[in-house]
């Protein structure tokens, strides 16, 4: 039986944008995959509400993270982290000789803009790392003030993981003057995982000529030119086409719902299950800045979620426990990509059962 998919990646990918994975191939040099990708990236930006340039990676999320701490510091990244993924990105600089350090905020609290501001003062960095949805506690970091503090540094570059958010709430990418901003496929956009996306600024690109060794597979100088000299909208290697397909389908689809009406019914979901963990359990993050698309619940009844998960795969669904040392102090509900009310409704009622709540 499938199970209902809960966890915060990857999600469950409607039939017909499954089906569209298994279109027959086309040459990835041929005048058919440049009208693709450019189709892509015109729906894309609208998503990112960018006018930058889109770019494609057949990686998950990670890689377009790990090419653009490498590709753009010249002098020293400024990683800002409030939970795993931002440690990755921190882990990410330094396996890569990337002078780098980390600010680290307590789980389950958001970054204060404050910190941004005192570290980017200091005059030591020219590249600033943001999670914009931690993926391990249920934060939103409050990117507005965020952005603002760094606008007041023309010389920083500015990179932010919108994985687990992009295309599920609204992120104004030219408003907030992200330079790199980076997602996956298998989280909000509804997609099955393998391939990374990200918009690229000028700025980042400009920097990116400035470093010497930025790797091959993954640099940004490589990948942008392949899309924007003569509007070729290329790929420096073999991309997998089938994403590509899905993808612009799904865009499709996207564009259909409007992203309007996505982001209010990911806020709608949230309020729901947020209400729901106040009732049974308690939420475990900062209440001021709680994700749209995940929430994390704290274990208060100190239930075994590996049990309950058990239990809720005899009915077909399955959620996810705590990331790393919150996995028994905390367990996470996604409400992210084409998951409905309904559906939600129906995994929390059959928790509730479960429990004797
Ligand atoms: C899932 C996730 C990642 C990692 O993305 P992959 O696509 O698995 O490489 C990075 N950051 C956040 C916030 C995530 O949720």
Redesign the pocket.
């Known amino acids: 039986m499938h199970k209902k998919l809960f966890i915060?990646?990857p999600v469950d990918v409607r039939p017909d944008v499954l089906q569209k994975m298994a279109d027959p191939m086309i040459s990835h040099r041929g005048k058919a995959a440049t009208a693709l990708q450019k189709s892509i990236s015109e729906k894309l930006r609208k998503v990112f509400q960018t006018k930058n340039t889109i770019v494609l990676s057949t990686?998950?999320?990670?890689?377009l993270?790990e090419s653009a701490i490498r590709c753009c510091t010249a002098k020293r990244a400024a990683v800002f982290s409030i939970g795993a993924?931002g440690d990755?990105w921190y882990k990410m600089a330094v396996s890569n000789n990337v002078p780098a350090d980390k600010f680290r905020a307590e789980d389950g609290k958001a970054t204060d803009p404050k910190d941004v501001d005192a570290a980017l003062a200091t005059g030591k960095y020219d590249l600033v790392t943001i999670?914009h949805?931690?993926?391990s506690v249920g934060i939103m970091n409050p990117v507005e003030e965020i952005a603002k503090v760094i606008k007041k540094y023309p010389d920083v570059i500015f990179c932010m993981?919108t994985?687990?958010s992009m295309g599920g709430t609204d992120i104004p990418v030219d408003e907030l003057g992200v330079d790199f901003c980076i997602t996956?496929t298998?989280?909000c956009l509804g997609l099955p995982?393998g391939m990374?996306i990200a918009s690229v600024s000028q700025r980042a690109y400009e920097r990116a000529k400035t470093v010497p060794y930025r790797g091959l597979y993954l640099d940004i100088v490589e990948i942008v030119d392949k899309v924007v000299v003569d509007d070729k909208y290329q790929y420096p290697s073999t991309p997998s086409l089938s994403h590509m397909f899905a993808l612009d389908y799904q865009l499709s689809l996207i564009m259909e719902e409007g992203l309007e009406n996505r982001f209010a019914r990911h806020i709608e979901m949230a309020k729901v299950v947020r209400e729901w963990a106040k009732k049974y359990f308690a939420l475990f993050s900062d209440e001021r800045y709680l994700s749209n698309t995940l929430t994390t619940i704290a274990n208060t009844r100190g239930i075994n979620v590996g049990d309950l998960n058990k239990k809720l795969a005899e009915y077909g669904y399955e959620i996810s426990n705590g990331y790393g040392a919150l996995k028994e102090k905390t367990f996470r509900i996604a409400h992210m990509a084409d998951m409905d009310m309904d559906t939600l409704q129906g995994l929390l009622r059959k928790i509730e059962e479960i429990l004797g709540l």
């Open positions: 915060p990646g990686t998950s999320g990670s890689g993270m993924f990755r999670t949805n931690e993926t993981d994985v687990s996956s298998q989280k995982p990374s």
